[in-house]
Nanobody, 115 residues
Framework: QVQLVEFGGGLVQAGGSLRLSCAASGRIFSISTMGWYRQAPGKQRELVARITSSGATNYGDSVKGRFTISRENAKKTVYLQMNSLKPEDTGVYYC?????????WGQGTQVTVSS
């Protein structure tokens, strides 16, 4: 059984930084692709960043150069370091775990960037 719990959201001023964490349960964390997605009010959920089991990463165009995804398999945790935050980064950030067609989601954590 996989469960994902996100930590680290909050309110920050534009230009600031936040670090999100996602703690996973279950036994397949190290062989899963982990991702962060976000959803702003009235918009569809979009990919922020993703990291494969081998450490390959990809990012949404709007966050490239500002956000960094990383993982720590021993702790079954994936991180999202967010720098130079902008008001348009505001939304609910969801952790995702994917393996062989199966996917799991966390409950989400709110990130609000004030101008």
């Amino acid at each position: 059984q996989v469960q994902l719990v996100e930590f680290g959201g909050g309110l920050v001023q534009a230009g600031g930084s936040l670090r999100l964490s996602c703690a996973a349960s279950g036994r397949i964390f190290s062989i899963s692709t982990m991702g962060w997605y976000r959803q702003a009010p009235g918009k569809q959920r979009e990919l922020v960043a993703r990291i494969t089991s081998s450490g390959a990463t990809n990012y949404g165009d709007s966050v490239k150069g500002r956000f960094t995804i990383s993982r720590e398999n021993a702790k079954k945790t994936v991180y999202l370091q967010m720098n130079s935050l902008k008001p348009e980064d505001t939304g609910v950030y969801y952790c995702n775990q994917a393996k062989e067609g199966a996917t799991w989601w966390g409950q989400g954590t709110q990130v609000t960037v004030s101008s």
